[in-house]
């Protein structure tokens, strides 16, 4: 019993594995970089433009920009730190087009803001 047991799970192993390599295993998770070697490159991608629009294309301010804040966070991944600088960027320089406050009416006397 226990012999016809460890057969079938044998047998079923082998199969499993054999129609796996015919076909072709959709999902190869053994590819996927995994740890802190990993890169979010799509991330990287996406917060790297936002912080060179915000620094108005200027590439050398910001690998200084990521620089010290690398050396502040030594843990984080690029796409983190990137977005670190951004909202560093774009909170001492709140008069950019589109992200700086709306000023009240002058009708409206408001108490705190």
Same mark, same amino acid.
């Given at each position: ?6 057969? =079938? ?6 199969? *499993?594995? #054999?129609? !796996?390599? $015919? @076909? %072709? ?5 053994q ?8 890169r ?11 912080? =060179? ?6 590439? *050398?301010? #910001?690998? !200084?920009? $990521? @620089? %010290? ?7 984080l ?16 320089n ?17 108490t705190?803001?």
């Amino acid at each position: 019993m226990i012999l016809t047991t460890l057969l =079938l799970v044998v047998v079923l192993t082998a199969a *499993a594995l #054999l129609l !796996r390599s $015919v @076909l %072709g295993g959709k999902h190869d998770y053994q590819r996927i970089p995994r740890g802190p070697g990993r890169r979010d490159s799509a991330q990287d991608v996406y917060w790297e433009a936002r912080v =060179l629009a915000a620094l108005n294309g200027n590439r *050398a301010a #910001l690998e !200084r920009h $990521v @620089l %010290g804040k690398q050396r502040q966070k030594p843990g984080l991944k690029r796409w983190e730190l990137l977005r670190l600088v951004y909202l560093d960027v774009t909170r001492h320089n709140p008069s950019r087009h589109g992200e700086r406050r709306p000023a009240p009416r002058a009708s409206v006397f408001r108490t705190h803001f």
